[in-house]
């Protein structure tokens, strides 16, 4: 079995518990060491780990943990019920809103946390990601796995 956990670094534990138990409901799980915390509430656990901003995050890199916006390529996607609600209170919590739109399967805004991480918040309405969908896009790989592509539809080949 695979299992998925979340670690978000963060300059300062006790204001990282607070915004993401304020902004999203999340609740302390254990303590893993006094700058290391579960917090539970989504699908899968999400750990904050207190480091020092400008520390290397590992070694071999030139990169240095910051704290203030940037881009990473992964972000958090959380689902929410009531976008408006959910943008209410994270941004009472200390997020910065930074886009909204409408979606054919339901809405998104793009926010940051007070700690410069990104993340989006999603409200599917009607079928979600079901809309957007679409078999044809789907082809055969030489593994034997069916991807997305516009070249060719796997269920001919069942």
Same mark, same amino acid.
């Given at each position: 079995? *695979?299992?998925?956990?979340?670690? =978000?670094? &963060?300059?300062? %534990? /006790?204001? !990282? #518990?607070?915004?993401?138990?304020? +902004? ?47 881009? *990473?390529?992964?972000?958090?996607? =959380?689902? &929410?019920?009531? %976008? /408006?609600? !959910? #943008?209410?209170?994270?941004?009472? +919590? ?65």
């Amino acid at each position: 079995m *695979t299992n998925l956990l979340v670690n =978000i670094d &963060v300059d300062n %534990i /006790e204001r !990282a #518990i607070l915004f993401y138990q304020q +902004a999203f409901g999340l609740t302390v799980g254990r303590w893993l060491a006094k700058d290391a915390v579960e917090l539970l509430g989504l699908d899968c656990p999400l750990y904050l780990l207190q480091k020092d901003p400008a520390t290397q995050p590992c070694p071999n890199t030139d990169a240095r943990r910051i704290y203030s916006r940037h881009w *990473t390529p992964v972000h958090l996607d =959380i689902i &929410v019920s009531d %976008i /408006e609600s !959910a #943008i209410t209170a994270a941004v009472k +919590a200390g997020a910065q809103v930074e886009t909204r739109n409408d979606a054919p399967w339901g809405r998104i805004a793009t926010l940051a946390d007070p700690f410069g991480h990104g993340f989006c918040l999603l409200q599917f309405i009607g079928g979600g990601y079901d809309v957007i969908s679409n078999e044809q896009f789907r082809y055969e790989t030489s593994h034997g796995e069916c991807q997305y592509s516009q070249e060719k539809d796997c269920s001919e080949d069942k």
